[in-house]
């Protein structure tokens, strides 16, 4: 079992900034990448952005490519979403996902899944 607590979710006006951290604990060893989604209201959960945890491999959506960047520190085995020039459309719950390959976008690629941080961008 692998344990995500996503942390620094907020309120923000559109074209400021805000940094989601999130902490894995537990059986981590088989876990290759760690991915950000993000689920607005009544809409679909998709996908923002991954990261490979023993490698340089990141992937972006097109719509956060350029604005958000994610990260990861092997010390506090956290991966990091820094999120900036955020607009109105970004207003979703995150949830930070673990999986065991690289290169998935798809929600049925990731194993575990945090409880989900909620970010409001107001106009």
């Known amino acids: 079992q692998v344990q995500l607590v996503e942390s620094g979710g907020g309120l923000v006006q559109a074209g400021g900034s805000l940094r989601l951290s999130c902490a894995a604990s537990?059986?981590?060893?088989?876990?290759?990448?760690m991915g950000w989604f993000r689920q607005p209201p009544g809409k679909e959960r998709e996908f923002v952005s991954a990261i490979q945890l023993g490698g340089g491999w990141t992937d972006y959506a097109d719509s956060v490519k350029g604005r958000f960047t994610i990260s990861r520190d092997y010390t506090k085995n956290t991966v990091s979403l820094q999120m900036n020039s955020l607009k109105p459309e970004d207003t979703a719950v995150y949830y930070c996902?673990?999986?065991?390959?690289?290169?998935?976008?798809?929600?049925?690629?990731?194993?575990?899944w945090g409880q989900g941080a909620q970010v409001t961008v107001s106009s």
């Open positions: 996902a673990t999986s065991r390959r690289i290169g998935l976008r798809a929600v049925n690629g990731y194993d575990y």
């Open positions: 537990g059986r981590t060893s088989g876990t290759v990448a």
